[in-house]
Structure formats: structure tokens, C-alpha cells
């Protein structure tokens, strides 16, 4: 097969922030962009979300949210396949396969895993079997790539490790994926200084009123040590070179609220066009975006699913 293709995807798991967007969404679209050559295929996780999110309302909205999001950000549907996780039952169907050839030792070995337990999270069977879902997600689609930040390497290595026990058991059936490791971005501080996160509770919202933005711009805790507030210009330089913020901190210096009124106005300018495309798509766009994603989606791993169940012995 000479088609290459390309998947990631985000769990509908909240409402998406500024350190969302500059640490994952704004490099995936870039990558997209500059990557012509793959035939790219973005999911919206939903059963993934399953696994810390248990209230279907809430669920129900980060999905049409998250979809707003991708479509306001950049992605074009007719050039990328969005979709959602659990339009497709193919994705359940393959995970249960991959869970029947792996070991609870080798689950348990998951940093993920690990660190959210630690965290708190609820110890769930989902969270635990989560490695073999996504390898699902992956091998369904033929997929060649992977874009993914650092922290999600191991799961490629566990997605490689599920379809060596596959095609060893029956025969080579399923392609490795590689891991694309996106280039760095650093760490979108919160309010607070600590990575901004939606458990910190130290979030810039991404498609709140320009009220809401300034309220939470106003509450950055600033450096006690100097005149320069490091903690502000980090997020300000995510949208400013520092050729035009350097002038602004000089003349501004020691004057944090100041400083802090030029970033609420030019994060509020910033987002303002991606606020507008964001509230101008309706739920009938995105229900069309997503059929249209789902049977695109669903045309490819049919043929992967013919080729497992015959190789398995369900085909009879």
C-alpha cells in the first residue's frame, strides 16, 4: 500500500485553554500544514474521555466544543478525515483483540497509567487497558505516523508492541506506526506559574468574553524579585516577538498592572478572529463533519477489520 497516513486525535475531556492550544492544537494544525503529503486523520477520542469523565451532558458539549475548536483553529475536513471514536465500533472490536494478546504485567508497566492513579484518578479497568484502545485507534487505519508530544511515546512503543503479538500469533497482517515527536513548545505557564492546566485550575480560556480573559489575565501571580514579570511576558510572547514586547516592558517597568492591561488586550485581539469563526459554526455543520469523517473513517478500516476477523478465525 503506498498511501501514507497520519493520526492523532484529543480526548472531548473539557473545555480547551490557552495552554491546550499553544502547546498541541496550533503545532498539530501547523504540522498538518506542512505536511501535505499524508493522508491525515484526526479523531475526537470520546470513549478515551470515558475513563476520568462521568457526566453525559458534560461529555455530550466537550464533544461539539472540541470539534468548534478544531474546525475554528484551521483544520479543513475536506483535506483532513475528522471523526469521532465512537462512530467507528471497529475501535472497540480491535481493542478487545489487542487486550487478549497482552499481559497485566506489561499493562502495569504504563507511565501514564501510573501517574494518573498517583494523581487521583480513578483506578479504572479502562484507564488500565487505555494503551490497547489506542493501539486500536492506530493500527485500524494502516497508520504510518503518529504525531505526538514526548510524554506519549510509550504508547506508540506499546501500539508497536500489540501488533508484533498480532501479526506473530497470525501471521503479518497489521503496519507498525512510527511516533512523530512534536518539536517542543516549553511550558505555557497558568496564573499561577505552574503549567497551566485545567486541574490547577490556573486556565486562560480559549472562547470566553473578553471580560473573563482580562478577569483571568489580572490574577497572574507576578516574580517578587526585579521589575520584570517573567510569568506574564511568557504567555505574552506565545502571541508577540520580542522585538515588540521589549519596548512595552521597558516602559512599563515595575508597573505589573500595566503590563498586565497590554497583555488582556492583545490576547483578546489575538483570539478575537478564532472566537468569531468558533461562534459562527452550528451543530449542523459539525453533525455533517463528522458523518461525512465517520464514513471516510469507517471505509478504510473495514478492510483492515475483514483481514483481522479472517486471520483470527470469526469469519466463518
Known sequence: MNTQRLLTGLQPSGDLHLGNFFGALQPFVNFLDTHPEY???LMVADYHALTSLKDGEALRANIYN?????LAAGVDPKKVVLFRQSDNLHHMELGWIFNCLVTVPFLMQ???YKDKVAKGLDANAGLFTYPMLMAADIALYDTEIVPVGEDQRQHLEYTREAITKFN???????????EYILPQVGIVP???GQKMSKSYGNTIPLFAPAADIKKAVMRIVTDSNGDFPHHVYAIHRLIKTESELTPIYKNSSGRYGEIKQQLAQDLIEYLAPMQARYAAITDAEIHAVLSQGAEKAMAVSIRTMEKVRQKIGITI
Open 168 to 178: 506473530n500469533a497470525y501471521g503479518d497482517t497489521l503496519r507498525e506506526p512510527k
Open 66 to 70: 472540541l470539534v468548534r475548536t478544531y
Open 110 to 112: 504504563a507511565h501514564s
Open 39 to 41: 493522508e491525515s486523520y
Open 190 to 192: 497558568g496564573l499561577d
